[in-house]
């Protein structure tokens, strides 16, 4: 089984798929701006790993649902397994790295027992239904990702190379994104990381370079946006999408919708 990513293409965070499951009317008029875009929502091994720490299978089962009316405009990827989309070309993977396509294999998997039907019957609760094997790992990473931010944060060094760090044109659009969403927590000492942020930095960096829209908490919106202006002026290669959050949905459907616009923002 193939897929292809058609731009537009659109990223949500975990409250918005979460939102545009459960209700009904929001998730027509997504659908029915996804469909008008003709373009793609990527679904990554992120926000399957965020229902890992729920309980509800209906909820679950509502996202299925989600996703099962907007295939075919799915595209779903580890972005962090998939050399593809990953943000260092560089480093090997981990010899205990899942396979770089396992999430598009288990969907195909599932076509084969029903006939050939794509299907996504039981894709997101079987998150929950494994959480006590998959749980521990998921929030080890969350704790990984704080204690280094927090260690990194706390180096007097590494503040003051992030109180003068300035993109240039010749950086990798992922790393200098990556190095301006992380300066807050080094310049600001007010600014704690919590699992939040770790999975929002998660969710984030390597959405954003792929992406042309993305649905963002407030505070995460506002970060991508004010870091994405600064590669910009500073020339650095590459877009970094625009994140909206839930006050500007309807703005987000505008954007998704509006061809124009997005031809123009190319």
């Given at each position: 089984m193939r897929q292809r990513l058609v731009r537009p293409v659109v990223y949500l965070d975990h409250w918005a798929v979460r939102l545009f499951s459960e209700d009904l009317s929001l998730q027509n008029l997504f659908i029915g701006a996804l469909r008008q875009s003709g373009g793609t929502w990527l679904f990554a091994g992120a926000n399957l790993m965020e229902f890992v720490a729920m309980t509800d299978l209906n909820q679950a089962a509502s996202a299925e649902e989600l996703l099962r009316r907007a295939m075919p405009s799915v595209y779903v990827s580890d972005l962090y397994s998939d050399p593809g989309f990953a943000l260092s070309k560089k480093t090997a993977p981990a010899d205990d790295a899942p396979d770089e396509h396992w999430m598009l294999k288990d969907l195909a998997e599932r076509a084969q027992r029903v006939g050939g039907t794509l299907n996504t019957t039981r894709f997101v609760q079987e998150a929950i239904l494994n959480r006590a094997l998959l749980l521990p790992p998921f929030e080890e990473l969350k704790e990984q990702v704080v204690n280094a931010i927090r260690a990194s944060a706390a180096d007097q060094e590494k503040q003051r190379f992030a109180s003068r760090f300035r993109p240039v044109a010749a950086m990798d659009v992922g790393e200098a994104l990556l190095a301006e969403l992380l300066r807050e927590p080094h310049i600001n000492?007010?600014?704690?990381?919590?699992?939040?942020?770790?999975?929002?930095?998660?969710?984030?960096?390597?959405?954003?370079?792929?992406?042309?829209?993305?649905?963002?908490?407030?505070?995460?919106?506002?970060?991508?946006?004010?870091?994405?202006e600064r590669?910009?002026?500073a020339g650095v290669p590459g877009k970094v999408g625009r994140a909206y959050a839930q006050p500007h949905l309807q703005e987000f459907f505008d954007q998704l919708t509006d061809g124009e616009t997005y031809r123009s923002s190319r």
């Open positions: 000492q007010a600014f704690r990381v919590d699992d939040h942020d770790a999975m929002d930095l998660v969710h984030t960096v390597p959405a954003a370079t792929i992406c042309d829209y993305l649905l963002l908490d407030r505070g995460w919106t506002s970060r991508l946006n004010r870091a994405a590669l910009r002026r």
